[in-house]
């Protein structure tokens, strides 16, 4: 065990269920399961977690009622049929030496979808609409209370059955616990409104229903929000007002940290805090609620690599760690650390893409560094290869490197040329953007993927038929990838105009003014725009869409846009670019067709996508050999895309 990481790899006991070490997987909902069910796919995610050495793994939001569908895949806890699923992890999970919990979820009015369409009713402590989700609620009735506290009671029973080691009430980011904890959710002038211990009486209501059902020996705790971080969300002094409440009821054996709220725009951001908010940012708010409680206290938040997670025990603001994403990216994390092999772990860099990301697109869960994540049915296992083939890869962006990983691994002899001097393709550029320097960690990890896979790199060299007739290779890879598109825009030649690329490289100068065109509505528009407003710069971004960064996570969308507000950069949607003349731009309305002029432009700065890199395709036309192209050179699209194929090319070699 490595000494460095001694308080991370102490076991912790609550009641009668110890953990092996202090690093757990918070729950997050994976839309793995099918039919409100757990399967197959979702009991392999999770073993790969506690295979890599997770203390603790819990499970993503459970419905406790028919009324907490929040989206149409949510796990449901409400029948005996859901039982079996939850043996399923928790025997999948134990056999590795790992605990499991489950979380119990009612989100109130946080309702974002129905399962066919329809809005549907959402229920709520009182009429108070939703900001983000637009809803407005119906008020519970007392007989609706009874049946939502008793199906708490009920789905923490079958979880009991089922073998799971404990529970974990969800009222943390505005969900129903949480809209009756709050003043302003909460408007009731009945026993559960009005007074703090009115309404705190759900809350305390739930804990004993899941008390009685589990028993003893098992777990019970609870989520919250250490401070919710919404205009109307609950503070931190009234959140450690009932914690402080609840430690004396004596009744929950931990408390599971968190920030934010689904409510609102702000409040969301903290669900899943993307890169441009600093790492461990939430241990203050659970060092807080340690105070007032005498029960471990878990928290989770930006927590990505395991010298951050000893600091915060080490200080004494958390009792455990939540590493999740941390372990969608790697799930050998632990195991990894507890070996001292830290190098070797595949950071998370929080760009939220494929995890969360995928989630809000109704998609199952993956990670653009680590596609075989929510594929463990089919990559789970790295397969030898039958047969040593000698491979060439061309191209050493994200996807031609885990091309050549994935392929070394499975024990092909693989040299991958890098025209230029550095591997990293497009990343290099992208993680200049402004609070996406943590973007470059995909590189250093995929760089350190194929060094331990034995991949021979060769900088500084294309790829051309004369080298690939000399190696003779059994496969080639073509990653090429992408360059700038520049399509041909009425008065160009008079204007100045320059693509992203130039301004990343440093190549041109922009003027005190500058329009940024952005056709594909993602991080690279948005970034542009912040990183020349904060040097100075009068910045029009003009989008060919709704909103600056519409085609990007929402979290990371709605931080960027924030952001771009405080730093004043004027934004125009629903905007073509249409032509230029001197330091005019001519803009079109998306919908009206009517021009949208915009004067006194000394730089416009063109982020107007890609266009594949064929010119190595096109000079293999006539190649005879096993080829195959991935990522930006077939379509230009995003890291992820160019990743997961480049695990696919690799796993078919
Ligand atoms: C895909 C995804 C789904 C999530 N779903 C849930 C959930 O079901 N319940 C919950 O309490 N938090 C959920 N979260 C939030 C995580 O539990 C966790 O608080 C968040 O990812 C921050 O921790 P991290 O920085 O270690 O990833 C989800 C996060 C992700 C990435
Ligand atoms: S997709 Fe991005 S944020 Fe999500 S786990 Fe992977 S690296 Fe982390």
Redesign the pocket.
């Known amino acids: 065990m490595d000494s460095r990481f001694s308080k991370l790899f102490s076991p912790l006991t609550l009641r009668g269920v110890t953990l092996k070490n202090r690093i757990f997987s918070?729950?997050?909902?994976?839309n793995l399961a099918a039919g409100g069910l757990i399967n197959d796919r979702l009991v392999a995610y999770h073993r790969a977690r506690a295979a890599g050495g997770a203390g603790l793994v819990i499970l993503?939001?459970s419905g406790v009622h028919e009324s907490a569908r929040y989206t149409s895949h949510l796990l449901m806890a409400i029948s005996d049929e859901s039982i079996p699923g939850y043996r399923a992890v928790a025997d999948a999970v134990h056999a590795h030496g790992c605990r499991v919990f489950a979380?119990l979820f009612h989100p109130g009015r946080e309702i974002m979808e129905s399962q066919d369409g329809s809005l549907p009713v959402a229920y709520a402590p009182s009429v108070v609409p939703n900001e983000r989700f637009h809803v407005m609620p119906a008020p519970l009735t007392l007989a609706l209370i009874r049946e939502i506290v008793a199906g708490y009671g009920a789905a923490a029973g079958r979880m009991a059955r089922a073998g799971i080691d404990g529970v974990e009430i969800?009222a943390?980011?505005g969900y129903l616990p949480a809209q009756f904890l709050n003043s302003r959710t909460n408007r009731r002038e009945d026993n559960y409104g009005g007074n703090f211990d009115n309404r705190l009486r759900f809350l305390r209501e739930v804990i004993a229903a899941c008390r009685a059902a589990v028993g003893p020996e098992r777990v019970v705790g609870m989520?919250i929000s250490g401070s919710e971080l919404d205009h109307d969300g609950l503070t931190e002094p009234e959140v450690l007002e009932a914690c402080r409440a609840l430690a004396g009821d004596g009744a929950l054996d931990y408390y599971n940290v968190?920030a934010g709220s689904s409510a609102s725009i702000a409040g969301a951001i903290h669900?899943?805090?993307p890169m441009a908010i600093e790492t461990g940012y939430v241990a203050p708010f659970a060092a807080a609620v340690r105070q007032v409680v005498d029960k471990p206290v878990f928290v989770?938040?930006?927590?990505?690599q395991p010298q951050i997670a000893e600091q915060v025990l080490a200080s004494g603001h958390a009792d455990l760690c939540?590493?999740?994403?941390?372990m969608?990216c790697d799930p050998e994390m632990p195991a990894k650390t507890a070996a001292g092999r830290l190098d070797d772990i595949r950071a998370?860099i929080?760009c939220n893409q494929a995890?969360?990301g995928h989630?809000h697109l109704g998609y199952a869960?993956s990670c653009i560094q680590h596609p075989e994540t929510g594929r463990e049915l089919e990559y789970g296992a790295l397969k030898p290869a039958s047969r040593r083939k000698r491979v060439v890869v061309a191209g050493g962006g994200p996807g031609g490197m885990k091309a050549a990983a994935v392929a070394a691994a499975r024990g092909h002899d693989v040299t991958l040329y890098e025209a230029t001097g550095r591997l990293g393709g497009q990343a290099l550029l992208a993680q200049q953007l402004p609070g996406r320097a943590e973007f470059g960690g995909i590189v250093t990890n995929l760089t350190r993927e194929m060094e331990l896979a034995g991949v021979k790199v060769v900088k500084g060299k294309a790829v051309d038929p004369a080298l690939l007739a000399e190696l003779e290779p059994d496969a080639v890879v073509l990653a090429t990838g992408a360059r700038p598109r520049r399509p041909a825009i009425e008065g160009a030649e008079a204007a100045h105009m320059v693509d992203v690329w130039q301004l990343l490289r440093g190549e041109v100068n922009v003027g005190a003014s500058a329009l940024v065109a952005d056709w594909r509505c993602d991080w690279i528009g948005m970034g542009v725009a912040e990183m020349l407003a904060r040097a100075g710069c009068r910045v029009r971004l003009a989008v060919n869409g709704y909103v600056p960064g519409q085609r990007i996570q929402q979290y990371v969308r709605d931080q960027g846009n924030g952001t771009l507000h405080k730093l004043g950069v004027e934004v125009i949607p629903y905007a073509r670019l249409y032509g230029a003349d001197g330091d005019t731009v001519y803009l079109q309305h998306m919908s009206s067709g009517e021009p949208i002029i915009c004067e006194g432009v000394d730089t416009v700065v063109l982020a107007l996508g890609h266009e594949q890199e064929t010119a190595l395709a096109e000079a293999l036309a006539g190649w005879p050999g096993e080829l195959h192209r991935i990522g930006d050179c077939v379509a230009p699209r995003t890291a992820e895309e160019a990743v997961l194929e480049g695990l696919k090319v690799a796993s078919v070699l």
């Open positions: 918070t729950g997050h909902d994976t993503q939001v979380q969800v943390s980011h989520r968190i669900i899943v805090p989770a938040g930006r927590i990505n939540g590493m999740t994403r941390a969608i998370c929080a995890c969360i989630f869960i």
